[in-house]
């Protein structure tokens, strides 16, 4: 059966593919403008292709938790394509290439800058190529033809109102590629828009806004001094690119620290093998089917990692690490056990938190602690259930045990989570029956 959102994905790809061929068509056909331009904008934008995998600090880390890699992975290649869509003059003389050419340029930087990268064997994202066709297209569809009219120089002349007018152009190009990227991050996942859409908007706040200032600043940097603002422009944007990287890095590190940590209780047969990835890729995906964001879908994640982490102070283990099937009061003390441990591992206090109250009454309960106490006993009782309906009768436990043990709207939307399919990855959500 076909996902509702390929249909959403494949329209995406279908307009930038069109794009992209007229913009060819339409340069073969009439030429290369000002080849100089074009030239030394088509290999910035392939350095920055470069530089997404040019051996930067964590360029290949994984996403750091409650993250999704819809968060632009080439700024340079970014700025330089924004750069040349609004770029009107050079060195004092205007330039005379229009929106079809802009697209070209663009995509036959990208094309050779990801050459490497398929000869290491990793082919392009396509989701990431699409969103920048679309919005250098629209950026420079905003810009080319006023400026190419001569309306901008005659109503804005080319002082301070002029620089104003790219910024509030680059960031309304900015919000559209947001907008977009949740739409495809939506298509791909399922997950709610709203959510993904605020992630989307937070990030322009971070590397996004410094693309978008590099973006303006090379325009007019060119318009003003030349080709040779390029390079000296450059510069800060991939000192900022290194450093996010060494920051994601970091992150990544503590992400398998965290679950190496975890993974502590299965080693020592507390836990069956598996049951923490598990119960942290399935809270995952419940918390942002329930709203939650950024910092909070890191918490929560981090706490469901090591939410069963109390059991390796027990003298007796509890048997297959079922803690779902304890009386309450044992579960109780079990979670506190477990939040003194995790407040010496140095994670945020919140996540300690989590891991203490996952046993409370759920009215009790924060939203993360809900999540992690639903999803672990999901797993418990769907490993336990035994047959091929091990899921269905455990969901049908959790719906019957909402009076105090579990939140309603945690259980459905944890039901739909698993009827979508449960989370991508690679992770078995549902033991074999």
């Known amino acids: 059966m076909r996902r509702p959102g390929s249909l959403t994905l494949g329209a995406v790809h279908i307009a930038a593919l069109a794009l992209t061929a007229a ?43 409650g993250e999704l890699r819809g968060r632009e992975p080439a700024p340079l290649a970014t700025a330089g394509a924004l750069a040349y869509a ?38 392009p ?24 009219s001569g309306e901008l120089s005659e109503r804005l002349g080319h002082g301070p ?13 900015a919000l559209c590629d947001a907008v977009l990227a949740a739409l495809m991050l939506r298509a791909r996942t399922g997950f709610p828009y709203g959510p993904l859409l605020r992630d989307e ?32 422009f450059c510069v800060p944007l991939l000192l900022t690119q290194v450093s996010f990287r060494r920051y994601a890095a970091v992150r990544a590190v503590n992400r398998q620290t965290i679950a190496s940590l975890a993974r502590a209780t299965e080693i020592a047969g507390c836990t069956p093998p598996g049951h923490a990835r598990r ?21 929560l994640e981090y706490a469901a990692l090591m939410h069963d982490i109390g059991q390796l102070s027990l003298v007796d283990p509890v048997p297959e690490g079922a803690t779902a099937l304890l009386p309450a009061e044992e579960q109780r003390r079990i979670a506190l056990l477990g939040g003194a441990v995790v407040r010496q591992t140095g994670v945020p206090a919140a996540v300690a938190v989590v891991v203490e109250r996952q046993a409370d009454p759920y009215r009790d309960q924060p939203l993360p602690a809900r999540i992690v106490r639903t999803v672990n006993a999901y797993d418990d009782l769907a490993g336990t259930g035994g047959g091929a309906g091990g899921s269905l009768t455990a969901l049908e436990r959790l719906r019957l045990s909402t009076a ?25 959500l549902v033991p074999p029956g």
């Open 23 to 65: 913009g060819f068509a339409a340069t073969l056909w009439s030429g290369v403008s000002d080849p100089g331009n074009a030239l030394a904008f088509g290999v910035l934008i392939a350095v920055g292709e470069l530089a997404r995998w040019g051996g930067l600090p964590g360029a290949d880390a994984p996403p750091a938790p």
């Open 86 to 123: 609004l770029l009107g003059e050079q060195a004092g003389r205007a330039t005379t290439h229009g929106v079809l050419q802009v697209v070209a340029v663009v995509v036959a930087g990208g094309l050779v800058g990801i050459v490497p990268h398929i000869a290491r064997g990793k082919g």
């Open 161 to 173: 109102a002029y620089a104003l007018f790219l910024l509030l152009l680059l960031v309304l190009t």
């Open 125 to 148: 994202d396509l989701d990431h190529q699409a969103r920048r066709i679309l919005t250098v297209g629209f950026a420079a569809l905003c810009f080319q033809p006023l400026f190419n």
């Open 279 to 299: 119960v942290a890729a399935l809270s995952g995906a419940v918390g942002r089917e329930l709203g939650l964001s950024g910092a909070e879908l890191t918490v």
């Open 201 to 232: 908007l937070r990030a322009l706040l971070g590397i996004g806004s410094a693309v978008c200032a590099t973006g303006a600043v090379m325009a007019l940097g060119v318009a003003a001094a030349g080709l040779w603002a390029l390079p000296v």
């Open 404 to 428: 105090r043990d579990h939140h309603p709207a945690v259980v459905e939307s944890l039901a739909r989570v698993l009827a979508r399919g449960g989370v991508t990855g690679g992770v078995t």
